[in-house]
């Protein structure tokens, strides 16, 4: 098993904190930004950043669906950390100041599977996971730029 890793970036036109309270606040924003690739979201336990429990579905392509239930940490100031209790997979987001804006890295690392099937997740996966992070981050881009 390979680690599979999918990477995305934006820079948002607002203040780095509210950009961070934005992708923390998972009982209001949050919710609001993610794509349709995303059903089922709950918030379980918290609902603002550090401790919060999360559970939504992700449809990935057409048949892969992964049933995500994530425990929220944040390491330092300006990084949230998504573990799927489900999966290997964690997602950390970081937000950094970028001039005027901020900067918002998305970074999601999973063990992936062997053999053939293994070669195409690590071929495919990672271009359609940085899509999805893309659209969640202009979604959220556009609704803090106005």
Same mark, same amino acid.
């Given at each position: ?5 999918? =990477?995305?970036? &934006? ?6 904190? @509210? ?5 923390? @606040?998972?009982?209001?924003? &949050? #919710? ?6 995303? /059903? ?11 401790? =919060? ?7 990935? =392509? /057409?048949?892969?669906? &992964? ?17 799927? #209790?489900? /999966? /290997?997979?964690?997602? =950390? ?9 901020? #900067?918002? !890295?998305? #970074? ?13 997740? &690590? ?7 940085? !899509? ?15």
């Amino acid at each position: 098993m390979a680690q599979v890793e999918a =990477t995305t970036e &934006r820079t948002i036109a607002a203040k780095p904190d @509210d950009v961070f309270d934005a992708l923390a @606040d998972y009982s209001g924003t &949050r #919710r609001t930004v993610l794509p349709e690739q995303y /059903s089922e979201y709950e918030v379980r336990e918290g609902g603002d950043g550090d401790g =919060t429990l999360v559970h939504w579905k992700l449809q990935a =392509t /057409s048949k892969r669906v &992964r049933d995500c239930l994530l425990d929220v940490k944040e390491p330092s100031d300006g990084e949230l950390v998504e573990a799927d #209790r489900n /999966s /290997s997979m964690v997602t =950390t987001w970081t937000v950094t100041p970028a001039g005027q804006g901020a #900067r918002v !890295r998305v #970074r999601t690392v999973w063990n992936g599977a062997g053999g053939i099937g293994g070669f195409f997740e &690590r071929t495919f996966a990672p271009k359609g996971l940085a !899509r999805i992070h893309d659209q969640t981050l202009a979604k959220l881009a556009a609704a803090l730029e106005k």
